[in-house]
């Protein structure tokens, strides 16, 4: 029995029944944007990057399941320039200096931008105060490039049964926190072998010792930009 | 109080709700009762008791608006801060406050007798400016009674020992029609739906062709059908009373006139999908209404119309719970209403599943508004057929709506759906009206050539806001109210929401300063799209409306805003010197730069 496909942006791509757009089309070897999607976790649908236009109206690629016979489009102008416009959103919400971050290369939004073209920040930086946390002997917490994507909040509850990590506050001062009163990581069961430690698509959690192990220019996305990267390595096409 | 007077309360709180995780929230509002504040001693107590990670309480403590994880005053002082309330005179009236008790507005007293700061509408635009006192509404604000607060405030009076007049507020009926003159006794609609059966009351519903009343106006009976077929034994009724949008009170109003109405629609409700549970989601602001609420429940079992075997059928079990909320909007979103329900954060669902098969702890549940479990009353009294037969074709049967501002009798108001908006603007009083807002912030900006258009869901659909603005008035100062209040109310879900709005904010903040220019206009075209299309819920996808509407109706109020050039930057130079003039001590012409900007209009 042959799979029902929809099309995304004019080609077929085959589907299983309750699959979601995302996933049928990285089954099939078509990269959608994505940046709080994680093939380990279920849809979070935060960061809307892997927003798509079907029958008229824009809907989260990874949270809405695929349909027979629906017309997707995703890389076309109008919707990349939407996820521009959240990139350039989420560059101005926190504080991304990419030549002072040590993530410089292995960063996920930085790659991105590259991808869809950012070339400016465009809106006014909104410069919020985020101190530090150093506290932790193996890992350091620099709140000020997360974008709340939470992958660190599931990771830490849902595979490392810890529940390191939350989000409080509401709005635009929403922020990370950690298990602890004195909201010092120190103070928590945190491990730099935790599955939480290795996540973070930006630069918050980030282990000591190592930033500047691979020199900037040798680093992942240095190497292959992120539209392939990000896709399966081994899986068949659909 | 004591230091640890939390401590004392701790035991209470947890036998009270059973120790039960999707008590959380209910926990919290009891816990801080007993200071004002959650000390972070507490929140580790709580999780601990609970076995939730502290990160996980923390989470939920800091996202509802009347939580506070620092220290507040004794008397906690929120103003009322819809435009409504603004030109009633909100602002002069804090000022006032401020000024007779030495406090600043977002900070604590020395002494920590008390604390003043802005909240979203509380639900009194019909008698404004109103407040909130640690919780409990004052209305009809004047110098007087501000005066008066005051002094209650520096005797250092507990809250029951004030004068209950100053807390009265008044229902303000001003037309009613089948709603509000029905004259129905408790068990008189579910003796009349138990009589013709489950199927039969189905019929009737669907009959009826109500829809709901919270503004999105799906059917109810197709709702109700749904959940009633979805796999999973038990079944949910939730009525939703977080009546969060700007300029709405008539849930208010009903819950305070006819709450056996509404009581009897939910398990009118329950017998149709076959629910056990009932919750009502009362917002935070009306709190003052629970007492009367719990003892009308209490009533009702005492009568035999909750608990067991309700009316006399056999296995018909049924009961209602009250659960407050903390300040979100975001809530009267059924899905973060739910989650709420369950003591999370509000953060709105994915959805599907939709929440008549996977709602409160995964299980099938309705969510209807107060006003549409009410109407359920009528229907099961006179038939859907006569419920019908009024409205128009695509609405049926009659609307309340709340009426404030600019005219001369604010107040509730239920018309026949097809009413004209400016068949309302007379019987209110309203004149020389230039705008009027039908479905609050998130709803939609008529000017007077739109006068003629009905209140309908295929006209103009809204959740019961009406708020009425004159020649005197200033729309752009209307957009920017509201714009600042989606700001606030976001839950920082999604991206385009979180900075969106408070890039949109801060936009028309710039303009407000008379520092805007035509690039700016352009840049809130693109955000408002942004809004609109990638927002995860209706909170965003609604935000930019009175900024749209604004530009198309009132365009001139905006641009009267702007300086003659073709950009110009955000970025104070003034103002970025507003911290050295604090550590100074200055604020001579000397600590300032030469202004350049135009001064607004």
């Known amino acids: 029995m042959s799979r029902p496909t929809f099309l995304l942006d004019g080609q077929p791509v085959a589907f299983d029944d309750g699959q979601m757009i995302l996933d049928a089309a990285r089954a099939a070897g078509r990269y959608i944007p994505h940046l709080c999607w994680h093939p380990d976790f279920p849809p979070h649908g935060s960061c809307k990057l892997c927003v798509v236009k079907v029958a008229g109206r824009h809907v989260s690629a990874c949270a809405t399941p695929a349909r027979a016979g629906a017309e997707v489009e995703s890389d076309t102008p109008e919707i990349n320039a939407e996820r521009r416009t959240l990139l350039q959103l989420l560059f101005v919400e926190g504080n991304h200096f990419c030549p002072a971050c040590e993530k410089s290369g292995n960063c996920q939004l930085q790659a991105m931008a590259y991808d869809l073209e950012m070339t400016t920040p465009r809106f006014r930086h909104f410069y919020p105060d985020r101190p530090v946390d150093a506290s932790h002997p193996e890992v350091l917490l620099d709140f000020n490039r997360c974008i709340y994507c939470e992958l660190c909040v599931r990771a830490s509850r849902e595979q490392d049964g810890k529940s390191v990590f939350a989000l409080t506050g509401r709005g635009i001062h929403k922020h990370l926190v950690v298990n602890a009163e004195s909201g010092r990581l120190a103070d928590t069961d945190f491990s730099a072998a935790d599955k939480a430690a290795d996540i973070c698509p930006v630069g918050v959690i980030l282990k000591k010792r190592v930033g500047f192990a691979v020199p900037i220019g040798e680093r992942t996305y240095d190497r292959a930009p992120l539209h392939e990267l990000a896709m399966p390595k081994t899986e068949g096409k659909g | ?601």
Not at chain 2, 31 to 42: I, Y
Not at chain 2, 142 to 159: G, K, N, S
């Open chain 2, 1 to 601: 109080m004591t230091r640890l007077a939390w401590a004392d309360t701790m035991d209470e709180t947890l036998q009270r709700y059973g120790r039960r995780p999707e008590y959380l929230l209910q926990m919290l509002i009891h816990l801080q009762g007993a200071e004002n504040w959650l000390p972070p001693a507490a929140l580790t107590a709580l999780a601990g008791a609970l076995g939730l990670p502290r990160a996980r309480v923390e989470g939920v403590a800091g996202f509802y608006s009347f939580l506070h994880t620092r220290p507040v005053g004794q008397y906690r002082v929120l103003f009322s801060d819809n435009i409504i309330d603004r030109m009633a005179g909100s602002q002069a009236m804090m000022a006032r406050l401020c000024r007779n008790l030495w406090l600043s507005p977002g900070q604590c007293s020395e002494d920590g007798l008390a604390s003043v700061d802005f909240t979203s509408c509380t639900g009194l635009g019909d008698q404004g400016p109103p407040l909130l006192v640690n919780g409990y509404a004052i209305g009809r604000l004047d110098d007087a009674r501000i005066d008066a607060v005051c002094e209650l405030i520096r005797q250092r009076r507990p809250l029951a020992e004030w004068p209950p007049g100053l807390f009265h507020v008044d229902d303000n009926i001003r037309r009613r029609d089948a709603l509000l003159a029905a004259q129905l006794r408790p068990g008189q609609a579910l003796q009349a739906a138990l009589a013709i059966g489950r199927a039969g009351w189905m019929a009737q519903m669907t009959a009826s062709r109500l829809r709901g009343r919270g503004g999105a106006g799906f059917t109810t009976a197709v709702k109700w059908q749904a959940c009633r077929d979805a796999p999973g034994a038990e079944k949910v009724v939730v009525c939703n009373a977080d009546e969060g949008e700007p300029g709405t009170f008539k849930d208010r109003v009903l819950l305070n006139t006819c709450a056996d109405l509404v009581f009897e629609g939910m398990t009118l409700a329950a017998w149709a999908v076959g629910a056990q549970r009932g919750f009502v989601y009362l917002r935070g602001e009306y709190r003052s209404l629970l007492p009367a609420l719990e003892a009308t429940l209490a009533r009702r079992r005492a009568e035999g119309w909750l608990g067991r075997a309700i009316g006399g059928v056999a296995g018909f079990d049924f009961d209602i719970e009250i659960h407050l909320g903390a300040g979100a909007y975001v809530c009267g979103e059924e899905t973060a209403l739910l989650e709420s329900l369950e003591g999370k954060r509000g953060t709105p669902r994915i959805r599907p599943p939709f929440p008549v098969t996977h709602g409160y702890l995964g299980r099938p549940t309705v969510v209807n508004n107060v006003e549409t479990l009410a109407k359920c009353c009528l229907i099961a009294v006179h038939g859907g057929a006569a419920f019908a037969a009024t409205g128009t074709a695509q609405s049926a049967g009659t609307k309340l709506l709340s009426v404030s501002g600019d005219c001369a009798r604010p107040g509730v108001y239920e018309f026949p759906f097809g009413v004209t908006i400016g068949q309302v603007l007379e019987a209110c009083g309203a004149q020389d009206t230039i705008a009027v807002q039908v479905g609050g912030a998130a709803g939609i900006t008529l000017a007077p050539y739109e006068f003629g258009r009905r209140v309908a869901f295929e006209d103009v659909p809204t959740a019961g806001a009406f708020m009425v603005f004159d020649s005197s008035r200033d729309m752009f100062d209307v957009a920017h109210n509201f714009v600042r209040f989606f700001a606030h109310e976001s839950c920082g879900f999604c991206t385009p929401c979180r900075v969106g709005t408070a890039m949109l904010a801060d936009t028309l903040d710039k303009l407000a300063e008379g520092k805007g220019s035509p690039a700016d206009l352009i840049e809130i075209e693109d955000l408002d799209r942004v809004l609109k299309q990638a927002s995860h819920c209706g909170l965003g996808s609604a935000a930019p409306n009175p900024v749209l509407d604004g530009l198309q109706k009132f365009r001139p109020a905006f641009e009267r805003r702007l300086m003659h050039a073709d950009f110009s930057p955000a970025f104070d130079l003034d103002g970025a010197l507003r911290r050295a003039r604090q550590m100074t001590g200055r604020d001579d012409a000397g600590a300032h730069l030469p202004q350049q900007a135009e001064p607004p209009r």
